[in-house]
């Protein structure tokens, strides 16, 4: 079982940035690519962006490409999604999920976090 705690999440300004954390309870955390979801209120759940175990490779999704950062560190189980020039359409409750491939497909996520809400004011 693999237990995924989100952290990072707030309230910032339009034009500014939030540093999210996911942090992996498992011992195997680097067999794992991580991926980044989010969900606005009465939207789908959408992909983000996501890395593989090593971290070589990544993927994001268009509208966030050349804004949003993913990474991980493998020593501290913990991925991350630096966020910067945020939008008031970047609003949603994230989440951080753990699978076997990097994927833009939620259901090839094994296991997901609680989430935490990100809030942007314009």
């Known amino acids: 079982q693999v237990q995924l705690v989100e952290s990072g999440g707030g309230l910032v300004q339009a034009g500014g940035s939030l540093r999210l954390s996911c942090a992996a309870s498992?011992?195997?955390?680097?067999?794992?690519?991580m991926g980044w979801f989010r969900q606005a209120p009465g939207k789908e759940r959408e992909f983000v962006a996501a890395?593989?175990?090593?971290?070589?490779?990544?993927n994001y999704a268009a509208s966030v490409k050349g804004r949003f950062t993913i990474s991980r560190d493998n020593a501290k189980n913990t991925v991350y999604l630096q966020m910067n020039s945020l939008k008031p359409e970047d609003s949603a409750v994230y989440y951080c999920?753990?699978?076997?491939?990097?994927?833009?497909?939620?259901?090839?996520?094994?296991?997901w976090g609680q989430g935490t809400q990100v809030t942007v004011s314009s």
């Open positions: 999920a753990a699978g076997g491939i990097v994927t833009v497909q939620p259901k090839e996520y094994d296991y």
């Open positions: 890395i593989s175990g090593s971290g070589g490779s990544t």
């Open positions: 498992v011992r195997t955390f680097r067999r794992f690519a």
